[in-house]
């Protein structure tokens, strides 16, 4: 078979891989891929069709895209970890900014003004859950979460970490994952009818291994877990550590983890002025008191504000670089690449233009509207508005057991309506039978809930 040279990929020269063969020993590029089983190599040449101008490509790429329907088309009831809110206008113009859009770490001599803007970000999200260090972000509450947990797990120097079953499955997947094979998993139980930790099945969980519990609050299925303080004393008896996921958006609400004894907090940054897209748009904080114990921890970057040789001058910049993977790539406690830094300084934005009023306001308008939304759902038969008897914030389980009707039927009919319907729990959680998790924030107004409802009515009358 003829090998082509192409001009924009190096290397292509048949000399100048016939070097490079011969100084790593190989013989041919083909034993290079000796490692990848015979099965999966393919063994017939790609049918790349041939290169299409910029506008003809422009045309493929808008056709494609137009057969997808968002939420600017339907009325959206699905959150499960990619929320609807609204974005001020601001966060966008801002994070389009050429000098944070472009910027990669960001050095004082090339970047003036991001460390700072990352260091007002830290500020405010540390205020918001009433903790006194937060990091650059991580890509995502997974991660977030994920980091969490081996902090947890080097402070203690213990290898066990207990994880509510609660948790999203998503982010459970990613948290093991991450920790094998050095950490050992074990889940525990909760209420069937409340969604909140079984503290029986904790307390015999609650072994002198264990580094730290992880749960979120609120959790994946939007119940609030009220036993925090109980659980953070059970915890301490045994020196384990509180790790607790949060949606930050509820805490213009509810009381931040820290006030129950939280040890970490994290979570997504999302709900804080990210629009929702088909993929990114997640960024992971994590956040933790001014303790040197936790702050040695951190693998990623963290910013901190220092007096100049100038009185009455302020510098922006790294605290302890040196624990960083940036600093010494061998010996970092985890390795740390590009982040979501961006997001950040988006979330700050959000938080800066909304203040404690406006996030108490945002929350009461999601608690009201949800609130709503499971009185009227309680009205049609059959149906279940909640499934728990716990509060919950911004999402809850719609049971349909009793309607004959499964949850991916449901929805297939709730497209017809224009309506894309909560997410299917079946498989996740098959003990809830056919429940969906539905999601409703200060996006949705009476009268979404209202066509909800009346859509499913028609839909569960047939």
């Given amino acids: 078979m003829s090998q082509k040279v192409h001009p924009y990929i190096p290397n292509m020269v048949p000399e100048v891989q016939e070097e490079m063969l011969k100084v790593i020993g190989a013989k041919s590029i083909m034993e290079l891929y000796s490692c990848i089983p015979d099965e999966l190599r393919l063994k017939k040449d790609l049918k790349i069709p041939r290169a299409l101008t910029e506008y003809e490509l422009r045309r493929h790429i808008e056709t494609t895209l137009n057969k997808n329907i968002s939420t600017n088309e339907y009325v959206n009831f699905l959150g499960a970890g990619c929320w609807q809110h609204f974005i001020p206008a601001v966060c966008d113009e801002i994070n389009q900014r050429s000098e944070f859009v472009t910027a990669y770490a960001g050095e004082p001599y090339e970047d003036h003004g991001r ?270 508005g909640c499934r728990f008897n716990s509060p919950f914030f911004k999402e809850f389980i719609v049971d349909f057991n009793n309607t004959g009707f499964t949850v991916e039927q449901i929805n297939k009919e709730l497209q017809e309506y224009n309506i894309f319907g909560g997410k299917d729990l079946s498989k996740e959680f098959p003990e809830f039978g056919q429940s969906g998790l539905f999601c409703v924030t200060e996006v949705h107004s009476i009268e979404d809930i209202d066509h909800l409802v009346k859509s499913l009515k028609r839909i569960l009358a047939k």
């Fill in 115 to 384: 460390f700072q803007a990352l260091f007002e970000y830290q500020s405010l999200v540390a205020e918001l859950v009433d903790m006194d260090v937060v990091n650059v972000p991580t890509f995502d509450w997974g991660q977030a979460a994920a980091t969490s947990i081996r902090m947890a797990s080097r402070i203690t120097g213990r290898k066990k970490i207990l994880l509510a079953e609660t948790v999203a499955p998503e982010r459970s997947k990613i948290i093991v994952n991450y920790g094998t094979p050095d950490l050992h998993f074990e889940f525990v139980k909760f209420d069937i009818q409340s969604g909140e930790i079984n503290l029986d099945d904790l307390k015999a969980k609650l072994t002198e291994d264990v580094a730290a519990l992880y749960f979120e609050n609120p959790s994946y299925l939007g119940f609030i877990e009220s036993q925090g303080g109980e659980i953070s004393n059970l915890l301490k008896e045994k020196g384990v550590l509180m790790v607790v996921g949060v949606d930050p958006i509820s805490l213009g609400v509810l009381a931040p983890p820290s006030h129950y004894g939280a040890d970490i907090v994290c979570g997504d940054l999302q709900p804080l002025g990210m629009h929702m897209n088909f993929s990114g748009g997640q960024s992971g904080f994590i956040a933790t008191h001014d303790e040197p114990t936790f702050v040695n921890e951190y693998p990623s970057r963290l910013f901190g504000i220092i007096p100049t040789v100038k009185e009455g001058e302020y510098g922006f910049g790294d605290v302890a670089y040196e624990r960083t993977s940036f600093a010494h790539r061998e010996k970092g406690k985890e390795s740390v690449g590009t982040q979501t830094a961006l997001w950040g300084i988006t979330a700050g934005v959000y938080l800066a233009l909304l203040g404690p009023n406006g996030m108490q306001e945002v929350g009461q308008t999601i608690m009201q509207n949800s609130q709503y939304a499971v009185q009227q759902l309680n009205q049609i038969d059959g149906v279940k």
